[in-house]
T-cell receptor, first 109, second 112 residues
Framework: GQNIDQPTEMTATEGAIVQINCTYQ??????LFWYQQHAGEAPTFLSY????GLEEKGRFSSFLSRSKGYSYLLLKELQMKDSASYLC??????????FGAGTTVTVRA | SQTIHQWPATLVQPVGSPLSLECTVE??????LYWYRQAAGRGLQLLFY??????ISSEVPQNLSASRPQDRQFILSSKKLLLSDSGFYLC???????????FGPGTRLTVL
């Protein structure tokens, strides 16, 4: 099975940087996803890491260390619209995703 | 392009009543299909997934069931709803042999 941990809440100021950590224990690993979910809406894809290292996509970056069972999502130049829940999800070898409980990020002016 | 539809968007049902939620995908063939439930403030719990017509795998024992009568149609059902069935139900699809999942808009179910 999968055990995925991420912080429950984080608060940051507009224009700042926030890093959301995710640790996982897995019986089969086939990549790690980050999704963004605004309140009352469906999750939308942000990033995918399958190899160790940093993936950068605009203001968002994601890092993976498979040996440590660790990932983080880095949000730069925070905007008010970035206030949302961020979900860490681990893919297993049978094409299923196991989700963490999500981290609610609140951006303040 | 591919799109995924779910209906209804919101639903209020009494305890003990039946349930039928529908999900359809357009613009792709042979997708893997998934049903998730998200309780308030919680992560997504995988309920069912399907790799083909009539092929359903259940992840969590419960009073819900799923069916896939057509390649791009996935239905979530219950004969008698419980209070604990309240939540946000999300359908998702993925290309065969790919991990990235695309989510539908969801159904907010309240059981009273």
């Amino acid at each position: 099975g999968q055990n995925i941990d991420q912080p429950t809440e984080m608060t940051a100021t507009e224009g700042a940087i926030v890093q959301i950590n995710c640790t996982y224990q897995t019986s089969g690993f086939n990549g790690l996803f980050w999704y963004q979910q605004h309140a009352g809406e469906a999750p939308t894809f942000l990033s995918y890491n399958v190899l160790d290292g940093l993936e950068e996509k605009g203001r968002f970056s994601s890092f993976l260390s498979r040996s440590k069972g660790y990932s983080y999502l880095l949000l730069k130049e925070l905007q008010m619209k970035d206030s949302a829940s961020y979900l860490c999800a681990v893919a297993s070898n049978d094409y299923k995703l196991s989700f963490g409980a999500g981290t609610t990020v609140t951006v303040r002016a | 392009s591919q799109t995924i539809h779910q209906w209804p968007a919101t639903l209020v049902q009494p305890v003990g009543s039946p349930l039928s939620l529908e999900c359809t995908v357009e613009g792709t063939s042979n997708p893997n299909l998934y049903w998730y439930r998200q309780a308030a403030g919680r992560g997504l719990q995988l309920l069912f997934y399907s790799v083909g017509i009539g092929q359903i795998s259940s992840e969590v024992p419960q009073n819900l069931s799923a069916s896939r009568p057509q390649d791009r149609q996935f239905i979530l059902s219950s004969k008698k709803l419980l209070l604990s069935d309240s939540g946000f139900y999300l359908c998702a699809w993925a290309r065969l042999a790919y991990n990235e999942q695309f989510f539908g808009p969801g159904t907010r179910l309240t059981v009273l």
